[in-house]
């Protein structure tokens, strides 16, 4: 894969977060009937961040980037 942009890894982190916040939303019971509410600003930011990056209609490329990101181990400071 080629090199990510600032873009890029900007969309791939939204869509992650997004997913992240899905599961958290639709994994406690008392959050579910919220979820509209909840959801609406990861979407919205996944989304911006998407076009901003040319990514709109590539989701093989951006679940290349996804897949890098989450290969990619964390640095961890001591």
Known sequence: M???TARERAAAQAYIR??????????DPALTPLA???LTPSMTD???AL????LTGNEARLL??????RSTPVARTP
């Open 18 to 27: 997004l997913l992240e916040t899905t599961q958290a939303v639709f994994s």
């Open 64 to 69: 290349d980037l996804v897949t890098s990101l």
């Open 2 to 4: 080629t090199g990510i």
């Open 36 to 38: 509209g509410v909840i």
């Open 51 to 54: 076009r901003a990056a040319g």
């Open 46 to 48: 996944a989304d911006t």
